[in-house]
């Protein structure tokens, strides 16, 4: 495994998730007939000339494309085009729905805009490029050409389950945030976010939710289950109580079914409620995140957080009544923000007391209003992911971003100080070594959290 996707020793608690956007396009391929082979580039990370090699025996070469790793998705394409494969290479994901010209500039021949499923089946079967909805791509001219938005699947029931038996997925395992036993496991339910944060983009699948259905859903919870052993699972949903009705009835038929494995879900402050939260408890849900963001009430409204400190407050009480852990999600060095604001977030922090909190540095993505706003003030490369790779957003090595008024140096330390602040306190330390003593599965999410809380305090931001 690549030792540049894990930096400030954060290998210990890192995620090992499968593809799942190429996993579902694969599987929509494969129920219309066509031949698909899926290489995951983290877990198993082959030279780029053998990819070459296995490319040349396809009639198309798909790419998903994250701004972390254009750097690597370029020199790939670069690969392909010098070792002679003529497959078209067709870029997708979060990064070629944003700015399609940055991977078509460097030698992809098509994006596709927004979800892939229908847009890559009707490429690849033959369709010419200029009447399919939601691709990109440059004519013989050299003249860029736009087919349009392509509309948004539904029913998404129409989307096959992804294809999971291409990948190695013995492989996956999600953090110790989200399950403490393994073999752990990743699934969605739905696809849109109902939010309007500044920092997020919602260009690949909307702005409204879509479900699953509720039967859908249950078989692909068995499915991991039973097929892939799992022993936790992690629903990945932007935010699993979008929809209070569709959450509730997923929870019952878990209930009803008597499903006997834990998981997990992430929820947004302003949509979960005690009655959600009590059906999610008795469904088997053990753990739950919130994106707090941070602890100033300037920079919530600031970044369309639609709730106030006192919201969150509540919920984390109520989460806690209940017995569910928490983790919660915090970022730092947002564009205009003070440190005095940072520490305020730090201080909030402390005082929600959850039982894990994250604290991720601020990273402007493509086709987000904060993307637009860093480039306004502070110290920001709008084309960083031309330069360098961002593998890790919990324990990074260098800013992408640096507000006004505060070096890249300090921000780097506060970052450091903010986990320092927050685990080593005397009251967190002895809850979590209670805990590391009830069973071998807590102890080992013990003993890798010390170990990553270990190296970031070794690390030096006087290096940068």
């Not at 990819?51 to 998903?64: C, E, L, P, Q, S």
């Not at 701004?67 to 370029?74: A, D």
């Not at 209930?255 to 088997?284: V, Y």
């Amino acid at each position: 495994m690549p030792e540049e996707l894990y930096t400030r020793g954060s290998k210990a608690t890192a995620s090992l998730l499968p593809p799942l956007g190429l996993a579902y396009v694969a599987g929509y391929l494969k129920s219309k007939g066509h031949r698909v082979r899926v290489l995951d580039g983290i877990v198993d990370p082959l030279p780029l000339e053998e990819i070459a090699k296995i490319a040349r025996d396809y009639d198309f070469v798909g790419i998903t494309v994250i701004s972390s790793y254009v750097v690597r998705v370029i020199e790939l394409i670069n690969c392909l085009k010098e070792a002679g494969v003529s497959a078209p290479v067709v870029v997708g994901g979060p990064h070629a729905t944003a700015l399609p010209e940055t991977l078509l500039q460097h030698g992809a021949d098509y994006a596709v805009i927004g979800e892939g499923e229908e847009t890559m089946h009707e490429l690849v079967s033959g369709r010419k490029p200029e009447e399919i909805k939601g691709l990109k791509f440059y004519d013989g001219d050299k003249n860029p050409v736009s087919t349009g938005r392509r509309r948004l699947i539904e029913p998404l029931d129409q989307i096959p389950m992804p294809a999971r038996e291409l990948l190695p997925m013995h492989r996956y395992h999600t953090s110790i945030a989200r399950a403490s036993a393994e073999p752990s496991h990743s699934m969605m339910g739905s696809r849109g976010c109902l939010g309007r944060c500044t920092f997020c983009s919602r260009m690949t699948f909307g702005s409204r939710v879509r479900w699953f259905s509720t039967d859908r859903i249950i078989e692909e919870f068995y499915l991991l289950r039973d097929r892939y052993g799992a022993r936790e699972i992690a629903v990945w949903d932007d935010d699993f109580v979008a929809d209070p009705h569709a959450a509730v009835d997923v929870c019952e038929k878990l209930i009803h079914k008597g499903f006997d494995r834990p998981w997990s879900a992430s929820a947004c402050i302003e949509t979960i409620n005690r009655e959600l939260l009590q059906i999610m408890k008795r469904a088997g849900c053990n753990y739950i995140a919130y994106g707090v963001e941070s602890g100033s009430q300037r920079l919530l409204d600031r970044l369309k957080k639609n709730i106030t400190k006192d919201q969150i407050r509540e919920v984390i009480r109520a989460t806690k009544r209940l017995g569910i852990p928490i983790r919660a999600y915090f970022i730092l060095g947002f564009p205009k923000e003070t440190e005095a604001e940072m520490d305020e977030t730090i201080e909030f922090a402390r005082e929600l007391d959850v039982d894990l909190a994250s604290f991720t540095m601020f990273i402007p993505l493509p086709g987000t209003r904060e993307f637009q706003r860093a480039q306004e003030s502070g110290t920001f490369d709008p084309e960083y992911f031309f330069r360098i790779m961002i593998p890790e957003i919990n324990f990074p090595d260098q800013p992408v971003y640096v507000p006004e008024g505060i070096t890249a140096a300090r921000l780097m330390k506060i970052h450091q100080q903010a986990y320092n602040r927050v685990y080593l306190r005397p009251r967190v330390i002895l809850r979590k070594l209670v805990s590391g003593l009830k069973s071998p599965g807590e102890f080992l999410v013990l003993f890798k959290g010390a170990r990553t809380l270990i190296s970031n305090m070794l690390w030096r931001s006087d290096k940068l």
